[in-house]
C-alpha cells in the first residue's frame, strides 16, 4: 500500500495560480503512475490529468489542458499539479492517486486538497 499526502490548496481569485503536491510513501517500488483528479459538491469524481512515472505518456482532460501542468520528481516520489488561469469552476476538492501497475490501476488515493477558485 501507499500513502498519499496532498498540500498546497487555498483560495485564490480567478486568473490566479496555485501548486498542488503529492508526496508518496509506503510500497512505491512499482509506480507506474500518479495522477490528480477533482470532486466539486454534489457532482461525481473527475480525471484531470495523469503522468506515467517515465515521464513518456501525460494526459489532461480537456478543461484544464493549456492551464494545468502536471510533473513529477521521482526522486521524492512526489507529484506535482501547477494550475493557471483558475476559474470558478476549477472549485473542488482535489485528489492524487498512485498507479502500480497501469496508466488506470489507481489503487491508493489522498485525503484531498481544498481549492477555491472566487469570482
Known amino acids: 500500500q501507499v500513502q498519499l499526502v496532498e498540500s498546497g490548496g487555498g483560495l485564490v481569485q480567478a486568473g490566479g495560480s496555485l501548486r498542488l503536491s503529492c508526496a508518496a510513501s509506503?510500497?512505491?517500488?512499482?509506480?507506474?503512475?500518479m495522477g490528480w483528479f477533482r470532486q466539486a459538491p454534489g457532482k461525481e469524481r473527475e480525471f484531470v490529468a495523469v503522468?506515467?512515472?517515465?515521464?513518456?505518456?501525460?494526459y489532461y482532460q480537456d478543461s484544464v489542458k493549456g492551464r494545468f501542468t502536471i510533473s513529477r520528481d521521482n526522486a521524492k516520489n512526489t507529484v506535482y499539479l501547477q494550475m493557471n488561469s483558475l476559474k470558478p469552476e476549477d472549485t473542488a476538492v482535489y485528489y492524487c492517486?498512485?498507479?502500480?501497475?497501469?496508466?488506470?490501476?489507481?489503487?491508493?488515493w489522498g485525503q484531498g486538497t481544498q481549492v477555491t477558485v472566487s469570482s
Open positions: 503522468i506515467s512515472w517515465s515521464g513518456s505518456i501525460i
Open positions: 492517486a498512485h498507479a502500480g501497475a497501469s496508466i488506470g490501476d489507481f489503487g491508493s
Open positions: 509506503g510500497r512505491t517500488l512499482n509506480t507506474y503512475a
